[in-house]
């Protein structure tokens, strides 16, 4: 069984396999560790960003909340092509930014982590949970400091927990 595949199916083949090189070329020369990390999850090993990685900004807005919060967001893109979306909340009371982590806390498919400081009234004061959604597939690091939220999400749990460690090292003391 000799079968000829014809010359036009050959000449479509090689067309498609010329426009995914150029497009991965495009794409290591926007992520310079992009081929770091495709080499390691086709090896079937674990992948962590390292020092090597860079958080850039791609884009920022601000606003009001309709309950009357403001909110800052900033995207971010690691050097391996992993998006991280940075929100800053700040809600008129403690108890508010208190029940919109609470909602956040019962929409999670999983709660990978829970931690909280003990505060001068009988709330928490100061809050981190990690939480899972599994129909977007993303990892949320929220951080609850009185009325404030800082939430971290990306598709990757490394990329946020690393990313929240370099904000957490280069934030000043006074500023945590």
Known sequence: MNRKIPKSLKIGLIAVMTLLILALFVEIRRCPNLPRRLMLG??????????AIEFKWQMSASGATPDGGRFDSTQYMSSDCVGIFVTYSTFSSAATAKERLDSSIAIASSVHAKSGHPGADTNLA?????????????YEILRRNG??????????????????RRMVIQAPAGAR
């Open 147 to 164: 009325n404030r939220i800082l939430r971290i999400e990306s598709s990757s749990l490394n990329h946020a927990l690393e990313y929240e």
């Open 42 to 51: 086709l090896l079937l090993q674990r992948y962590s960003p390292g020092p």
């Open 126 to 138: 100061d809050q981190r949970i990690i939480l899972s959604s599994q129909p977007k597939g993303t």
